[in-house]
């Protein structure tokens, strides 16, 4: 077996003699495709806060919508979605919101609604496996 007798300070060095490769160039940030490491992080935090700040309706929140004629307007959306961010900064798991004479059981962590139900079906029902409520 043949010893290697030359002293190589870099895998760059290796990979160039012995795979014919163009040694990798030296700078101060790494780059891919003309974007450095920080820029590529930064967006995929961007994108990933944006996806999770979107408030999601779980198949059954949609059923309970739909069956119970249940539509929200648009700033009731709104209102429903800072219950939830009052919610999280509260540290609350699973949160009542109320909003008008809506309510809705949502996951917070996950950003889901649960359930929806209306004045008249909440009455009738009492709320478990919650950890918190949110009356806007």
């Known amino acids: 077996?043949?010893?290697?007798?030359?002293?190589f300070t870099s895998i760059e060095q290796v990979?160039?003699?012995?795979?014919?490769?163009?040694?990798?160039?030296?700078?101060g940030d790494a780059t891919l495709n003309g974007a450095?490491?920080?820029d590529i992080l930064k967006q995929r935090i961007d994108t990933q806060q944006t996806k999770s700040s979107e408030l999601k309706f779980s198949?059954?929140?949609s059923q309970r919508l739909d069956d119970r004629d249940i539509s929200l307007s648009a700033d009731q959306s709104q209102r429903l979605?800072?219950?939830v961010a009052k919610a999280s900064a509260k540290g609350i798991k699973e949160?009542?919101?109320i909003v008008?004479?809506?309510?809705?059981?949502?996951?917070?962590p996950n950003q889901t609604v649960v359930t929806a139900m209306d004045k008249?079906?909440?009455?009738?029902?009492?709320f478990t496996n919650i950890d918190g409520a949110v009356i806007i």
């Open 1 to 7: 077996m043949d010893k290697i007798t030359n002293s």
């Open 15 to 27: 990979a160039g003699q012995y795979l014919n490769n163009q040694p990798a160039k030296k700078t």
């Open 36 to 38: 450095s490491f920080q």
């Open 59 to 61: 198949k059954h929140a």
């Open 81 to 83: 979605e800072e219950g």
């Open 95 to 97: 949160s009542l919101v």
């Open 100 to 108: 008008d004479s809506l309510a809705f059981i949502v996951n917070v």
């Open 120 to 126: 008249q079906d909440a009455m009738e029902n009492v």
